[in-house]
Nanobody, 125 residues
């Protein structure tokens, strides 16, 4: 019923930029926190960036702070992640997630009930 679909991933060279999108459908409202996580091969899923239900509050992992910007357009049911100055260590599958019980985002995987299938981001060295 609830579906999140990521897009915008691809191959980019070090220092380049990508803009990821996450389209939500089947939701009664967008009044919940959302976030981006990433998972590299052989590693656990890690928090990247989170955004409050209104979009007024954002938070980032230390590894991406100053390079990535999370935003949302609730009227379009879409979450975004602008990634700048990409590094090889950013290579991962990026997944969007929704937390229906909170309006402020957290960094914990277990708090998110809704997940997309992910989009691959590969940064060449």
């Amino acid at each position: 019923q609830v579906q999140l679909v990521e897009s915008g991933g691809g191959l980019v060279q070090t220092g380049g930029s990508l803009r990821l999108s996450c389209a939500a459908s089947g939701l009664t409202s967008m009044n919940y926190a959302m976030a981006w996580f990433r998972q590299a091969p052989g590693k656990e899923r890690l928090f990247v960036a989170g955004i409050s239900s209104t979009g007024l509050s954002t938070r980032y992992s230390d590894s991406v702070k100053g390079r990535f910007v999370i935003s949302r357009d609730n009227a379009k049911n879409t979450l975004y992640l602008q990634m700048n100055n990409l590094k090889p260590e950013d290579t991962a599958v990026y997944l969007c997630a929704g937390d229906p019980r909170r309006t402020l985002s957290t960094q914990y995987v277990t708090n998110y009930d809704y997940w997309g299938q992910g989009t691959q981001v590969t940064v060449s060295s």
